[in-house]
Every structure is written in structure tokens, then in C-alpha cells.
């Protein structure tokens, strides 16, 4: 966040009502029924949760318990049966809804497919009994890496009908990347495409499937079922290799979905920590399906005819939760998209909206600054009255994005859902209920019903208003991650104790910094940990300095996160040779390609910055605040005494 960003948010004073005809038209209508509504469960969350579990879910079988918390270990609706992929698709079959498209897809190159739910729910069935027929059964684990096409979500839905958790690896990620996931979560099938279409290329995906499994390195996998896409040349390994359109057709459309206990595990996925790699966010069945319905519907306020698009990639919770599960268990059409804007189609975005009459639109506020600066013209020669709301999400929204984002594609009609959460979270914990909460461009104003959030200090005691400290959650709420895959010590001391439990509080450490006014709306200022977000990507700096010292010409490396218009954050990386190296701006690139050859794109320094020395404490600890100061070209903030070698700030500062 740059300075002019968090002065703008300080100063920031407005606030937006809802409009009368928006509020009476809600599924909450007034600031009095969403505090109703908060008081309620804030009283007693289980059975606030418990009774819409019953509402709005099918069960199998009941609980018989709805909340058993042994901090910092939780389960919701203990002893229910259910599975998510009957409540996104077979209950809505006996319904109107059977013919309803649940799913639009525009593909890059302008292709496009619609699959209503009966269609979709065969689909689902098809691919479930195709995975059975390779030998995947209940607690099998299955990496998706995949495009954005309808298949990924087929694919989801597919595993979580067989009881097979699923692990989606974004397919931006390297083929290391994606080999280290599958060996963490000992997936036993891949399910990829050939490739995909990004910005008017094929990107191909199977060929790094190909050399992630090489030479056996990642030994749990016995299946790869591939979509063909793109059409390019992929080789096929005889008896690993499978094309879905050779499974797909032969499979039975009959699949019935397998009970699942409210508990089992649904779905990994990877996200950055502030240390070592890449965690294992671990979300179980029940809660998930139950958070993730409720807070789509009443967040965005989902009707039965909206048309509701988010632009997030599957490969990310935001798809997996509001692309693919909380859209469909709610009945809602949802929007998929292959393609991204760039400068060559700086209209497509606005193009999809017109096509469809999109009426929710959920994207980044990176986005929204990337359309700022490719002009106003292009949504302006589209038709965007469709819209009627429009939601963002993935960091701090600045002042100048919302007001742009809010009169110019929402033409001051529809009104904007800030939400703030996390992969851990599962579902939106901090967002305006529309009809309900006057919204103040910054904030994603307040929790959601059923999530006590506060603001702390270390020791875990709340903060005045309007000072800066550590956003915390004090009860659990049913999509809470329930554990890091295969590490429950890293859970427990990554998120529990931060701030240690006090008088039997227990706080969940988001790991962001936040401030409440004196209305009560939070104000989220970013992160406090070692964590940069790159255009809403979250990114650990020592997975990117690991990934530089992979390097022979690389001795030491330090990475922080820079203030950047577009992105939000931009990667800055000091790097230390190795004695013969030299610095140069060919070995600087060479570096860049070297971490998106480990990581991926997304984690592309945008500057390397060749050093002799690192400031460091005494104890050896690199001291990165300094290093943020120095990438940011500010003045070098706080206290210096504690740092080993004084004339290192000197030589870096020259040097830069
Ligand atoms: C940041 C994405 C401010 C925050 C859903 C969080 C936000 C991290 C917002 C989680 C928001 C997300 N306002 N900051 N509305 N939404 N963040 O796990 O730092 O990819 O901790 O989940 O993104 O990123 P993640």
C-alpha cells in the first residue's frame, strides 16, 4: 500500500447507503435486521448455524452435535451425513431450477458453453465413475490443474461426489511448484488439460505435469486424465495417462453421491505462510458447504435471477468457494471465463457482462486498477445495466479503485461488497450485507453474522478505535480450516498462538493488520507477516528467497514486498553472490527467470537488487523493515540500534 493510499484511507469520510428500492428487494433489508441477525448468533453461534444448516442444506443423516470445539481443533455438525456435490446439483433436479443454466463458460478464443444443472449433474457423474473406474475411491486425494474451463469445476464436484479430496494447484504454477503439492498431499491422480489460452497464446499444462512426475519424483501418482483443449501435441504415457474424451463418454451418468460425514475432508489447497512452504489448508465437508451458501446469498444477495460472475481463478479459494460451491449449492448460474484483459482485448471483461447480463460481478481491486488506467472508453461502449451489484476482494481496496470502480462500471446504482477473508477462512468474514450496511470506500465495514472479530494488541487485548492492530477471530465459525495437511503443530502455532489464549480465549491470527472506528467498521491495512500480495496473490518471501538461493550464482538472498500502483505490491529481492558471480543486468534476469522456473509467474521479482551485505541483528536475523524502507526508496523508519554492522545500510542505499 503506498502512503498516499493509507493517508486517503484515513481521510476517507464517505459513506454510500443502500438504495430503498435495493434494501426492500434484500434478503436483509435494514442496518436493524442485520444487527438482529448478529446479536442472534453472537449469543449463541451453534444453534444460529444449526438452524440454518437445516434450512438450507440437505442432510443424509443429522448431527448430533453441532459445534465440538477443543481448541484449536473444531468440528461442526459432528455425526451429519451429506456431500456437497447432491447439494449443488441433484437437489436443485426436482426443482425449476432443472433446466436453469448453472453454468456459462466463455472461453478465451470466444468459444463458449452453457450446461444447465441436469446437464451438469451428469457431467459430475460421468467423470465421478470415470475416476472410479482408475481406481480412486473415498480418501483418495486428486491434484486438478487445470485451465479455466468447465471441466475443472466437473472435476471438483466429480471428486467431492466420490468422497476423493481434492488439492487444486493454479495452473500458473511451475512444474516444481505443482510437484512438491501432489508429493505434500500423495495425490494418486492428476487431472489437467493439454493446456490453455491466456492472452491470445496456448499455455500449455500437461507437458509440466509430464516433468513434475519425471523420473518418478512424485511417486503417489498412478493417473493422469487429460482434457484436450487446446489441441497442441502432448505425449501420453501407456497405462498412466488417460484422455477424459476416451473415459468421459463410456462412464455412466448414473453416480449416486456418497454420504460424507459432516467432518471428512473436502478439499487441500496450498497457500503461503510467512515461513517455510507452502501450507496445506485442510476444509472439511459440512461447515464449508453451509458457510460458504450463506454468505454468498446474503452478502451478494443472491436471487434466483441473477447472473453472477466471478473473475477469480479456480486455482484460488475465491474460485473455489464462489465460482464453483457457494453459486451452484445456492442454485445461482455462474459465470466462468477462460481469458484476462490485456492491452490487445482491454474490453473483453465488459464484453462477457454484455453477453450474459451479468448482474453480480465479483473481481480484484488490481483489476479494477488496471481497467482505470486502460480508460474509461472501453466499458463505457458497453451495455452494463445488467449489473446490480458488484463485490471485490483479494487486498486493501483504495479509495480512487472503489469510487472509479463504483461510478463508472456500477454507475452509481449497484452497491460494492468489500469482502475481506483468507483460504483459511473459507468464506467472506468481514463484508457488508448490502441491503443492510451503508458502505465507506475502503472498508469492508463489518462481520458477517456468526464471526466475532476483534482488534488486538499482542497480549490480546482490544485496541481503542481507530488504532492499529491485529485482526483476530475469538469463535470458531463453521468453514474455519480445520488443520495444515499433515501438521498440526504448524497449525496450532501458525494461527493460535501468535496471540496466546487468555482466560480460555482462544484467537485466530489472521496475520493482518486492521484498525475499527468509531462506527464499528473495520479497516483492513494488509498483512503483518512475512506475506506479499502481488495483484491479490498471496506470496511467502521465503519461498521466493528459497527459490533464489536454488541458484549457484546465488549466496543469500532477502525478499520484501515494495508499494506498487498497479499491483498493490511489487517484489523487490536483494540478492548476495556467490564468489565468482558478478553483477549483471543479464544475471538479474536470469534470476527472475529462475524463480518463475520454481515458483511461477505470479512470484516474478520485479527488481533484484545485487548487495554485498544484508542488514542484520546481532542474532543474525535479517532486518527486513529496513529492507522494505530501502525497496520503497523511504527513509530508513524506527529504531536501528540492534543492527550488527551500521556502514551495511550505507552500501545498500549507494548501491541502489
Ligand atoms: C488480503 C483471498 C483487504 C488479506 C480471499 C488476507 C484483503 C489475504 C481483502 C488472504 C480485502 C483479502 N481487504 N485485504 N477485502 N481480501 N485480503 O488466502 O491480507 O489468497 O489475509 O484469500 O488477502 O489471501 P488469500
Known amino acids: 500500500m503506498t502512503d498516499s493510499t493509507i493517508e486517503s484511507i484515513l481521510q476517507e469520510k464517505r459513506t454510500f447507503p443502500p438504495s430503498a428500492d435495493f434494501a426492500a428487494a434484500a434478503h436483509i433489508k435494514s442496518l436493524a435486521d442485520y444487527q438482529a441477525l448478529y446479536d442472534r448468533a453472537a449469543a449463541d453461534p451453534a444453534g444460529f448455524w444449526a438452524e440454518l444448516a437445516q434450512q438450507e442444506l440437505d442432510w443424509f443423516e443429522p448431527w448430533t452435535q453441532t459445534l465440538d470445539w477443543q481448541p484449536p481443533f473444531v468440528k461442526w455438525f459432528v455425526g451429519g451425513k451429506l456431500n456437497i456435490s447432491h447439494n449443488c446439483l441433484d437437489r436443485h433436479l426436482a426443482t425449476a431450477r432443472k433446466n436453469k443454466a448453472a453454468l ?13 444443472y441436469a446437464q451438469l449433474h451428469r457431467e459430475v457423474c460421468k467423470c465421478a465413475n470415470a475416476l472410479k473406474g482408475l481406481g480412486i475411491g473415498k480418501g483418495d486425494v486428486v491434484g486438478i490443474y487445470m485451465p479455466m474451463i468447465p471441466e475443472a469445476a466437473i472435476a471438483m464436484l466429480a471428486c467431492a461426489r466420490i468422497g476423493a479430496p481434492h488439492s487444486v494447484v493454479f495452473g500458473g504454477f511451475s512444474a516444481e511448484a505443482l510437484r512438491d503439492r501432489l ?11 493439454d493446456g490453455g489460452f491466456r492472452k491470445g497464446m496456448a499455455v500449455a499444462l500437461k507437458p509440466q505435469v509430464d516433468k513434475a512426475l519425471a523420473n518418478d ?3 503417489s501418482v498412478e493417473h493422469v486424465l487429460v482434457v484436450k483443449r487446446t489441441g497442441d501435441a502432448i505425449a501420453m504415457v501407456e497405462g498412466r495417462d488417460h484422455w477424459w474424451h476416451d473415459l468421459q463418454p463410456k462412464a455412466s451418468a448414473h453416480c449416486p453421491a456418497e454420504p460424507m460425514d459432516s467432518e471428512d475432508l473436502l478439499f487441500i489447497l496450498y497457500t503461503s505462510g510467512s515461513t517455510g512452504k507452502p501450507k496445506g489448508v485442510v476444509h472439511s465437508t459440512g461447515g464449508y458447504n453451509l458457510y460458504t451458501h450463506m454468505t454468498l446469498k446474503w452478502a451478494f444477495d443472491l436471487q434466483e435471477t441473477d447472473i453472477y460472475w466471478c473473475t477469480a481463478d479456480v486455482g484460488w479459494i475465491t474460485g473455489h468457494s464462489y465460482i464453483v460451491y457457494g453459486p451452484l449449492s445456492n442454485g445461482a448460474t455462474t459465470v466462468m471465463y477462460e481469458g484476462a484483459p490485456s492491452a490487445a482485448n482491454p474490453g473483453c471483461f465488459w464484453d462477457v457482462i454484455e453477453k450474459y447480463g451479468v448482474t453480480i460481478f465479483y473481481t480484484a481491486p488490481t483489476a479494477v486498477r ?7 472508453e472501453h466499458p463505457n461502449a458497453r451495455d452494463l445495466t445488467s449489473l446490480r451489484l458488484l463485490g471485490t476482494v483479494g487486498e486493501p481496496i483504495n479509495p480512487e479503485a472503489w469510487m472509479w470502480y463504483h461510478r463508472v462500471i456500477g454507475a452509481e446504482r449497484c452497491p460494492i461488497v468489500d469482502t475481506w477473508w483468507q483460504t483459511e477462512t473459507g468464506g467472506f468474514m468481514l463484508t457488508p450485507l448490502p441491503g443492510a450496511i451503508a458502505t465507506k470506500p475502503g472498508s469492508a465495514t463489518k462481520p458477517f453474522p456468526g464471526i466475532i472479530a476483534e482488534i488486538v494488541d499482542l497480549d490480546g487485548n482490544p485496541v481503542p478505535d481507530n488504532t492499529g492492530g491485529y485482526l483476530v477471530i475469538k469463535h470458531p465459525w463453521p468453514s474455519a480450516i480445520r488443520t495444515v495437511f499433515g501438521d498440526d503443530d504448524r497449525y496450532r502455532s501458525t494461527y493460535w498462538e501468535h496471540i496466546p489464549p487468555k482466560d480460555g480465549q482462544y484467537f485466530y491470527f489472521a496475520g493482518d493488520g486492521a484498525r475499527r472506528d468509531e462506527d464499528g467498521y473495520f479497516w483492513v491495512m494488509g498483512r503483518v507477516d512475512d506475506v506479499v500480495n ?4 498471496r506470496l511467502g518471501t521465503m519461498e521466493i528467497e528459497s527459490a533464489l538461493v536454488s541458484h549457484p550464482a546465488v549466496a543469500e538472498a532477502a525478499v520484501v514486498g515494495k508499494p506498487d500502483d498497479l499491483k498493490g505490491e511489487d517484489i523487490v529481492a536483494f540478492v548476495i553472490l556467490e564468489g565468482e558471480a558478478v553483477p549483471s543486468d543479464a544475471l538479474a534476469t536470469e534470476l527472475k527467470r529462475h524463480v518463475v522456473s520454481e515458483i511461477g509467474a505470479i512470484a516474478r521479482p520485479g527488481e533484484i537488487r545485487f548487495s554485498e551485505a544484508l542488514p542484520k541483528t546481532r542474532s543474525g536475523k535479517i532486518m527486513r523493515r529496513l529492507l522494505r524502507n530501502l525497496a520503497a526508496g523511504q527513509e530508513i523508519a524506527g529504531d536501528t540500534s540492534t ?14
Do not use: Y
Open 643 to 656: 543492527l550488527e554492522d551500521r556502514s551495511v545500510l550505507d552500501k545498500l542505499r549507494g548501491g541502489a
Open 104 to 116: 456459462i463458460w466463455e472461453g478465451e478464443p470466444g468459444d463458449s458453453r452453457v450446461l444447465t
Open 183 to 193: 508429493n505434500d498431499a500423495q495425490c494418486k491422480a492428476v487431472i489437467t488439460a
Open 370 to 376: 488496471a481497467f482505470i488506467k486502460m480508460g474509461d
Open 534 to 537: 502481488v495483484s491479490g496473490h
Open 217 to 219: 519424483a512424485a511417486p
